[in-house]
């Protein structure tokens, strides 16, 4: 059974540009979460998505955006670019009634 | 306001030895408490997670300790190894509505 996949893998962009990010869940899994990754630092929460609805975000501005598709995949979406946007950035999956979260290998965004 | 305190920062044990994290958390209302495992330029993967209604569960060489009344949770690594050297992050949450993860502890298991 394939994981969580994510792309791109790296992604450079300049100050004040929009980044796209992808996940694409493990097959039959329903819920995604998005994670922020700084450098050095744990994981701070961004938004989850489940069943095609924004069920909750994070402590993040409004400029960090996202979507999830009927097929359930995701896209985050990063507008107005700033230098500490850089980071690894993380989905996870799970499925519907289960309470195991499954993490994607990422996407590191580097903003220049 | 944090959620979840994590410590120690970084740990060094000899090969065999039980590194011991701990965590502790301020919402009683969380229920469910994970700890995951990342290796450098990998995402997390889910090692062992527990319910508050239980006070200790075991996989493999994986144990974790909960203890309700103090709000603090820990991970135990019995028998370690040096590929067990990775980050460790505790994590809560109430109805998987939004995870809260701790800082990580960067664990080095010496030969």
């Known amino acids: 059974e394939a994981g969580v996949t994510q792309s791109p893998t790296h992604l450079i962009k300049t100050r004040g540009q929009q980044a796209t990010l992808r996940c694409s869940p493990i097959?039959?899994?329903?819920?995604v979460y998005w994670y922020q990754q700084a450098l050095g630092l744990g994981l701070q929460f961004l938004l989850w998505?489940?069943?095609?609805?924004?069920?909750n975000r994070g402590n993040f501005p409004p400029r960090f955006s996202g979507r999830q598709f009927p097929n359930y995949s995701s896209e985050l979406n990063v507008n107005a670019l700033e230098l500490e946007d850089s980071a690894l950035y993380l989905c996870?999956?799970?499925?519907?009634?289960?309470?195991?979260?499954?993490f994607g290998p990422g996407t590191r965004l580097t903003v220049t | 306001q944090q959620q979840v305190k994590q410590s120690p920062q970084s740990l060094i044990v000899q090969k065999g030895g039980i590194p011991i994290i701990n965590c502790a958390y301020e919402?009683?209302?969380?229920?469910?408490f994970p700890w995951y495992q990342q290796f450098p330029g990998k995402g997390p993967a889910l090692l062992i997670a527990?319910?508050?209604?239980?006070s200790e569960k075991k996989e493999g060489r994986f144990t974790i300790s909960f203890n309700k009344s103090a709000k603090q949770f820990s991970l135990h690594i019995m028998d370690s190894q040096p590929g067990d050297s990775a980050t460790y992050f505790c994590?809560?949450?109430?109805?998987?509505?939004?995870?809260?993860f701790g800082s990580g502890t960067k664990l080095n298991v010496k030969p």
């Open positions: 996870a999956s799970r499925g519907a009634g289960t309470e195991d979260q499954y």
């Open positions: 527990i319910r508050p209604d239980v």
């Open positions: 998505y489940d069943e095609g609805e924004e069920r």
């Open positions: 994590a809560a949450t109430r109805n998987f509505n939004k995870f809260y």
């Open positions: 919402n009683t209302a969380f229920d469910y």
């Open positions: 097959s039959g899994h329903t819920s």
